[in-house]
């Protein structure tokens, strides 16, 4: 299974934008279509954005689209969330994992620690 690593999230005002990156080890992850997730209290956990495997394609919950941008680079095996125009709405912990469609795979097990988005004045 593949491990990953979600950082770049913090407390920032509405309007303001944050980037999220989620690294993993690996010749897997090339090959993987990844997305963000994310929580928050008393929420269940969402499909916020994906990317297939080689960064061509891109989809995005309704909820975001043009304000989030996905996007991956495999010589680093990262993928990163570029977050715009942030609203309250967007505050939750925000995860990485391998996808299936707009959902997470079913066979995904291995959720990260997660980073922290605070969108509040």
């Known amino acids: 299974q593949v491990q990953l690593v979600e950082s770049g999230g913090g407390l920032v005002q509405p309007g303001g934008s944050l980037r999220l990156s989620c690294a993993a080890p690996?010749?897997?992850?090339?090959?993987?279509?990844m997305g963000w997730f994310r929580q928050a209290p008393g929420k269940e956990r969402e499909f916020v954005a994906g990317?297939?495997?080689?960064?061509?394609?891109?989809n995005y919950a309704d909820s975001v689209k043009g304000r989030f941008t996905i996007s991956r680079d495999n010589a680093k095996t990262t993928v990163y969330l570029q977050m715009n125009s942030l609203k309250p709405e967007d505050t939750a912990v925000y995860y990485c994992?391998?996808?299936?469609?707009?959902?997470?795979?079913?066979?995904?097990?291995?959720w990260g620690q997660g980073t922290q988005v605070t969108v509040s004045s």
């Open positions: 994992a391998p996808t299936d469609g707009s959902r997470w795979r079913g066979d995904f097990r291995s």
């Open positions: 690996g010749r897997t992850f090339t090959y993987l279509a």
């Open positions: 990317i297939n495997w080689s960064g061509g394609r891109t």
